[in-house]
């Protein structure tokens, strides 16, 4: 007889432990708070890697269709916010569906696999890159104000 309660017992928290998992469980875009990117992002961010000059961006046109690049710019603003540098600017590049674009430091390892090129670095400890618009509208950022930006930064505006 105990034996029996026990499998009946066992088959009710199976039923139980089922039920909560399909209740609880999130899916597709409701496993987060926010609808997912469709646009241009700040994909990663590397800085100091074997030498100080070792740094890269890399944007990624998470959308379905080409994004021309036109009028926009890359620029850096130190953590402090004093000082903001220009990274890059397009005067027209089509950046096709689900693809990435690489700038690169031209002093640094990834400058021979860059799509763009840079002189001056990005603060090993801190700072902002602001990919928007020339008019100053952002479209996207990575910010790293007390942490090194040397992490993949996704969306983050």
Sequence with gaps: MAARVRRG??????VLVLLVGLIARPSGASAVGWAPSSGL??????????SASDEMVELYNASVADIDLGGL????????GATM??????????LPAHR???????????????DGTYSGG?????????LRTLAGTVIDSAVGA????????GALS
């Design 9 to 14: 017992r066992l088959a009710w928290l199976s």
């Design 85 to 94: 540098t220009r990274k890059q600017t397009w005067t027209a590049l089509q």
């Design 41 to 50: 992002l700040v994909s990663e961010v590397v800085t100091g890697a074997a």
């Design 122 to 130: 990005l603060s090993a400890t801190g700072g902002s890159l602001v």
């Design 146 to 153: 007390r942490e090194p930006l040397a992490a993949s930064c």
């Design 100 to 114: 990435h674009l690489l700038v690169a430091n031209s002093a640094g390892a990834w400058s021979a696999l860059a």
């Design 73 to 80: 710019e890359l620029v850096y603003v130190t953590s402090s």
